[in-house]
């Protein structure tokens, strides 16, 4: 069969470059040891200004320590995937088209859209995963256990929200081939990520529906979290995944008609 073929060709080029780039990263060991306590560090001040705000308050905006905590937790889980595999990547794109280097995704076999987004993987920026999964840990264990049906809907969740961000990642790439310079696009994608360290509680009506389906930045950290703190409603499951199948098919709708305005930097 013709798809599985091809996606058979996709996982073994999937695991080819996650070996490389492993064998590249341990080619430069102080660098990759470097970049994880810099992350560690990192969520370490984001733990510290937590402390601080609940030394002063109960609870911020209805969530309490372990929480915020979680939250916080969920948000380094998820950028520190997404900057592991894919999003640096992605951002790299209008750099490959001013300098013809996307022409070679172009003529190979298979998603030009898969090369793009997969072609290597920093493990450098892994410490943003690890760290997270260690705070979700201790917060899990400062809170009521979550029931089962909670457990497999935040899993759930967690998938959909990672379709949900890489289909915001190529829209926004799509625009690479609109524009000749498009620069400011990993401070894009930065400035995206900035609300998934707070609860969207805290932010007025006006902002929360924006970002819950225009720019479904909700459905990326805050809805999971809901299903682990008792908080998600069953209509929020189907939403989030059709939110992430629409934006999907958003997409690849623009990168497609992206590709056909393409004229090669080289040419």
């Known amino acids: 069969m013709p798809f599985l073929d091809s996606s058979k060709h996709l996982w073994r080029v999937w695991r080819a470059n996650a070996r490389a780039s492993m064998v590249r990263e341990m080619e430069f060991r102080s660098n990759f040891l470097l970049g994880l306590i810099r992350q560690f560090l990192w969520v370490g001040v984001f733990v510290f200004l937590i402390e601080v705000i609940f030394q002063n308050t109960e609870s911020l905006a209805g969530w309490s320590k372990p929480e915020v ?14 900057d592991t595999f894919f999003s640096r990547n992605i951002a ?5 088209v001013q300098n013809g280097e996307f022409d070679f995704n172009l003529v190979r076999p298979g998603s030009a859209q898969f090369y793009t987004a997969f072609r290597r993987f920093y493990f450098h920026n892994i410490g943003h995963l690890i760290s997270g999964v260690i705070i979700l840990l201790y917060a899990l264990s400062q809170m009521p256990a979550p029931a089962p049906m909670s457990v497999t809907a935040f899993l759930i969740l967690v998938a959909v929200s990672l379709t949900t961000f890489y289909s915001l990642l190529i829209l926004l790439a799509s625009l690479v081939f609109y524009f000749d310079r498009f620069e400011t696009m990993w401070s894009i994608i930065s400035l995206i990520t900035e609300p998934l360290t707070v609860p969207f509680d805290i932010f007025p009506r006006s902002v929360r529906i924006p970002l819950t389906y225009f720019i479904p930045i909700a459905f990326v950290v805050f809805v999971p979290a809901q299903a682990l703190t008792g908080r998600l409603e069953l209509w929020q499951i189907p939403a989030a995944i059709g939110i992430a199948a629409l934006f999907l098919l958003l997409a690849n709708l623009a990168w497609r008609a992206g590709l056909r305005r393409y004229s090669s930097a080289s040419s």
């Open 69 to 82: 905590l979680l939250i916080l937790a969920l948000s380094r889980i998820i950028e520190g995937t997404i």
């Open 92 to 96: 790299h794109l209008p750099q490959d």
